[in-house]
């Protein structure tokens, strides 16, 4: 297949950046010929370089919405698709799934889009929410597969009435397995928390940070890895609980699994979540996951089993979470391991790839058939019987327990 995947920026190294570069390199492996447009340059996109990406710059493509700019990106986009011929647009985050699925509907290809978390919901303000469900709708028409990264995303789109279920896959996020010498070491004391996220409103540090103050009579210290524009104000928050001694701000990482080989658990207090990769990061190097109850880290973390789970927002129930596991090497150990487990089995990157191009060839396969169809001519006086092919997500049809 001839791939063309769009992301908004190649200046950042988020969730979906690291799904793109992955997928891209597996996709590479396997014999596809891929090409990433993105907004800019930076990080991600000498990312790709580094694992031989081809990789082109979109003049003026950036988040906020902007109609003059907006404008001339896609006429970027148009140009770079027309030029690249791709049998299938990827289309990823909201700002790139816009652009691009329209640009892709311009020339008549088919595209599938990856939302990487709905900003629809309780996730946005109850206008936006409107807007961005009408424009979801409106772009889900010119889409021929949209790929959920969990079920709880699934559900939501479905709730909203995005887009019908056959146009809806569910493909869960995926990584390379690490090497041993990356392996946590659960059990070892003091327990070292690691919370990896971005310093910005939805990730709410402060619920972990006053959850913490109320455990300062245990052995623990904090790794903070991330950065962001609320990086002051939780610094200040650290100096006014009277743990600025104890939480370590470590900035932005661009590779975490040293990190994580170094800490004892992995805590994620978000007050929302899609499916996030420092989950599936933890799980994968055997450390145990206290984690908020929110979007898809349920499907993740099994409560009691590799990991805790409290209500967001909630600082008294993360910290009845995090008390045992600080206090009990041994829980953390048995929490680890199980996680371990749990990645191996179900959240590896060569299985997410293999999922990813099932749905893929569904897309193409059934715009071949629409085309097929438009251009069959009926006979005189009879309706056209030409067979059609019903959309059929395969991964809808995979039996509940062999999901998360």
């Known amino acids: 297949m001839r791939l063309a995947f769009i992301n908004t920026r190649a200046d950042d190294l988020g969730g979906a950046q690291v799904h793109v570069r992955d997928l891209c390199a597996g996709l590479m492996a396997r014999g596809h010929k891929v090409t990433v447009l993105a907004g800019g340059r930076g990080v991600f996109s000498e990312q790709l370089r580094l694992a031989g990406v081809d990789f082109r710059s979109v003049a003026r493509l950036a988040v906020p919405i902007h109609p003059v700019r907006d404008a001339a990106s896609f006429c970027g986009l148009v140009a770079a698709l027309r030029e690249l011929r791709p049998d299938l647009v990827l289309a990823h985050t909201a ?13 008549g290809i088919p595209a599938v889009f990856t939302p990487h978390g709905w900003a629809i919901s309780d996730r946005v303000s109850r206008r936006q929410g409107r807007i961005f469900t009408m424009f979801e709708k409106t772009a889900a028409l010119a889409t021929a597969r949209i790929v959920n990264v969990c079920e709880f995303e699934k559900r939501l789109a479905l709730e909203h ?216 001519i009926p006979r005189c006086g009879c309706r056209n019987t030409a067979p059609s092919l019903a959309p059929s997500v395969i991964l809808d049809t995979v039996e509940p327990s062999r999901r998360v």
């Open 95 to 107: 700002k790139a799934g816009m652009l691009g699925r329209a640009a892709a509907a311009v020339l």
């Open 161 to 376: 009435g995005i887009a019908p279920r056959e146009k809806m896959a569910v493909v869960y996020n995926g990584l390379r397995d690490i090497p041993a010498h990356l392996l946590a070491r659960p059990a070892e004391q003091p327990a070292r928390l690691v919370m990896v996220a971005r310093m910005a409103p939805p990730k709410d540090h402060t619920t972990l940070l006053r959850a913490l103050a109320g455990l300062s009579q245990m052995n623990w210290t904090l790794d903070l890895i991330g950065d962001g524009p609320l990086e002051p104000a939780i610094r200040a928050t650290a100096g006014a609980l009277g743990l600025a001694a104890r939480v370590r701000f470590l900035g932005f990482q661009s590779e975490i699994s040293s990190r994580l080989a170094a800490a004892q658990a992995l805590v994620l207090c978000s007050r929302f979540e899609a499916f996030p990769y420092a989950v599936l990061e933890a799980m994968r190097a055997g450390l145990p996951v206290v984690a908020s109850r929110v979007g898809g880290i349920p499907e993740a973390v099994q409560d009691g089993v590799t990991g805790l789970l409290a209500p967001p927002e909630n600082p008294d129930a993360l910290r009845a979470c995090l008390a045992p596991l600080i206090a009990g090497p041994a829980r953390r150990a048995q929490y680890g391991a199980a996680g371990r487990e749990r990645f191996l089995a179900r959240f590896t990157l060569d299985r997410m790839i293999g999922d990813t191009v099932r749905v893929y060839r569904e897309a193409i396969e059934d715009a071949a058939a629409r085309r097929r169809g438009f251009f069959a």
